[in-house]
């Protein structure tokens, strides 16, 4: 008798996507079963991404058809469609939001020190252009794979050109990235993940980002020279599928990486997405703000302002729920003014959805 099998989600991904590995490995780690799948073409002929109305990675097609974007609000959405399976969010509602909040943090900033990294040096750019084209489009003859990275290394150069001064911001970026790597070793020295002894999904979301730097040349060169045990954890978030572990109790301190990592979101982070929000609510093309010190000049970026409203309406989600430490915590690493729903402002909060959300960064 012939088998038939019964539909799956299927992950429309690809090489050197930081938020495709995400996905993968946070359908990994709750055991849903899915297809990875890399479109074929995906840089020329879109196909499947196409007509999906999709125009970037990573896609899910859920059993019933219907194409969702953007991992957070995927995973966000298994949550209700699997609940009680292996969740990727903290029970205690305090440790949820934080979870959410350094899931962000990589999401919204880690990625501008990977792409920073990724499109700098000759050595990065001829590596990464080279292993993501290969990974599109497998079998080809060398003159006209040759031809087609090279307008692949073109393209993205030039449109993370137009993004902003990278010259300006690549001090304050090159030193959070070894700030990330370092909450990372600090961490592991009493915890295996971010709130206890299962993947969150801020470990996910770091993964995804960090899953790229631990490969690209010069990023994975200092993580290999300064950051061996978080090297080893990148590679371990790939696929924790067989791990079994209980999240943090309420009454444990946090872990000592989740505290630098909110010193990072107090301090750079949260910062730099106000700062955005307001060019957005201003109609300013650009970001131009300083943090720590250093100057930050970026384009205004419409999704990230959503993702702020997404993080303001989920603390006060949490704040609901109850979780009564919340507030001094983050007070504590100056993130709780940054993250208040000012007068008049919970109507126009418009938080992203799996369903209708676009990137507009050029990140794929």
Known sequence: ???????????????????????????????IPHNWIVPPGYLGTAGELKAAGKGMIPVLQ????????????????????????RSLLPDDPADRFLSLLLEDLAD???????????????LDQAFCARRQIAGWLGAMPSEQFGQIVEQFRVRQTGVLARMGDRTVNRPL????????????????????????????????????????????????????????????WVQDLDDTSGIEGEWRTPDEPLGPGVERL?????????????????AIGAGEPEVHTELRGLPMVTRANRY????????????????EKGAPGLEQTLRN????????????????????????????????
């Open 1 to 31: 008798m012939t088998q038939v099998e019964q539909p799956r989600y299927r992950i429309l991904g690809g090489p050197g996507s930081p938020y495709s590995l995400k996905l993968r490995a946070a359908f990994r780690s709750r055991r």
């Open 62 to 85: 859920t059993p019933e058809g219907s194409y969702w974007a953007d991992s957070t609000p995927i995973i966000l959405n298994l949550e209700e469609r699997h609940p009680g399976q």
């Open 108 to 122: 919204e900033w880690l990625v501008l020190c990977l792409f920073d990294f990724r499109w700098d040096a000759e």
């Open 173 to 232: 970026l090159r030193s959070t990235y070894r700030e990330v790597l370092d909450a990372i070793e600090a961490q592991i020295e009493g915890s295996r993940f971010m709130f206890g002894g299962r993947p969150s999904i801020a470990d996910i979301g770091l993964f995804g980002q960090l899953s790229q730097l631990a490969i690209d040349p010069t990023p994975s060169a200092i993580m290999r020279e300064h950051a061996i045990r978080a090297y080893q």
């Open 262 to 278: 909110l010193t990072l979101c107090g301090e750079v982070f949260l910062p730099f997405m106000v700062a955005n929000a307001a």
């Open 304 to 319: 990230k302002a959503r993702c702020l409203a997404s993080l303001k309406l989920a603390l006060a989600e949490a704040l």
């Open 333 to 364: 690493y100056d993130c709780w003014d940054l993250l208040q729903i000012r007068p008049g402002e919970a109507d126009g909060l418009e938080p992203v959805s799996a369903e209708t959300s676009q990137r507009d960064t050029p990140f794929g």
